[in-house]
């Protein structure tokens, strides 16, 4: 079965950083998005990006965040300066376009530790 | 704004048993999609089974149903004859139907299988 690829799975850096995570989402998926999840809370929406621009986005993106997409294949997101509470799971997911099946599938997830 | 809650922060289950977890959510919409998610372990979000709110008749996947109650905005999770493999992380999720795909979280359940 296809699936949504995260690497690195733990990445570790000092604040004030800049980190990328990388995702390569299922290849005929057309919506992509990014959530966290910090230790002990709920998954939270950041962002969704759907014909190479941001389609939505919540108050937790701000400008320290940005999202690209490089090539044909992989959907990164940049967290420019990292602070302590950007310590979390982050989860890329993609989905079709279809209407009607609209399943989220998540990669694996990314943890990030900020020190 | 849409909210899910989940009341149950933890539940266990005796192998082979049936258990039933809870979720509830707040929506003005009329046309949109629940989920549910586990998370085991590996923290990796699996799509378990999912509901479009216009349809009455409650979705079955194996071992798992759900009981959608739309008025009551109620949309639990049965797990029948449960399994060491079901050990995870239970996420509920709402997903309105023109959202851009974006999606709503509970806090989750932990289940535990007690062998």
């Known amino acids: 079965e296809p699936e949504v690829t995260q690497t690195p799975s733990h990445q570790v850096t000092q604040m004030g950083q800049e980190v990328i995570l990388r995702c390569v989402p299922i290849s005929n998926h057309l919506y992509f998005y990014w959530y966290r999840q910090i230790l002990g809370q709920k998954v939270e929406f950041l962002v969704s990006?759907?014909?190479?621009?941001?389609?939505?986005k919540s108050e937790i993106f701000d400008d320290q965040f940005s999202v690209e997409r490089p090539d044909g294949s992989n959907f990164t997101l940049k967290i420019r300066s990292t602070k302590l509470e950007d310590s979390a799971m982050y989860f890329c997911?993609?989905?079709?376009?279809?209407?009607?099946?609209?399943?989220?599938?998540f990669g694996s997830g990314t943890q990030l530790s900020v020190l | 704004a849409q909210t899910v809650t989940q009341s149950q922060p933890e539940m266990s289950v005796q192998e082979a048993e049936t258990v039933t977890l809870s979720c509830t959510y707040d929506t003005s919409e009329n046309n949109y999609y629940l989920f549910w998610y586990k998370q085991p372990p590996s923290r990796q979000m699996i799509l378990v089974i999912r509901?479009?709110?216009?349809?009455?008749q409650n979705a079955t996947e194996n071992r798992f149903s759900v009981n959608f109650q739309k008025a009551a905005k109620s949309f639990s999770l049965k797990i029948s004859d449960s399994q060491l493999g079901d050990t995870a992380m239970y996420f509920c999720a709402f997903m309105k139907h023109e959202s851009g795909n974006q999606f709503y979280f509970g806090t989750g359940t932990s289940l535990t299988v007690i062998p």
């Open positions: 990006f759907y014909n190479n621009e941001i389609s939505e």
């Open positions: 509901q479009e709110a216009y349809k009455q």
């Open positions: 997911a993609s989905s079709e376009q279809d209407r009607g099946r609209e399943k989220l599938f």
